[in-house]
């Protein structure tokens, strides 16, 4: 069984960065895509960015507005997610996800296969 474990958030203030780390527990080329989500208090899990191997294409949604950067670690087989000049909106919980198969629509969670259980970021003003 596949398994995904974030790590790396925690608290900041209002324009600090962190940076998220996904690590899989297999090599991650093993995946066509992994994927950040994020799902705030009361609002439904939202899209942040992703990474296809085959071509390293990377998506990012609109609100990340250059941001954010997710990348490889290949010699620790991590793929991160660099957040920059943090909002207060961008306090979640944030989740890193993987496909295996194909992937037709990398912003939708519903293609997915597994999920990590996910690592709080808090932005205080």
């Known amino acids: 069984q596949t398994q995904l474990v974030e790590s790396g958030g925690g608290l900041v203030q209002a324009g600090g960065s962190l940076t998220l780390s996904c690590a899989p527990s297999?090599?991650?080329?093993?995946?066509?895509?992994v994927g950040w989500f994020r799902q705030a208090p009361g609002k439904e899990l939202e899209f942040v960015a992703s990474?296809?191997?085959?071509?390293?294409?990377?998506r990012y949604a609109d609100f990340v507005k250059g941001r954010f950067t997710i990348s490889t670690d290949n010699t620790k087989n991590l793929v991160n997610l660099q957040m920059n000049n943090l909002e207060l909106e961008d306090t979640a919980v944030y989740y890193c996800?993987?496909?295996?198969?194909?992937?037709?629509?990398?912003?939708?969670?519903?293609?997915?296969?597994?999920w990590g259980q996910g690592t709080q970021v808090t932005v205080s003003s």
């Open positions: 297999e090599s991650m080329f093993a995946f066509n895509v």
């Open positions: 996800a993987t496909i295996r198969g194909v992937a037709i629509n990398t912003t939708r969670h519903d293609f997915y296969d597994y």
């Open positions: 990474i296809k191997f085959g071509t390293i294409r990377t």
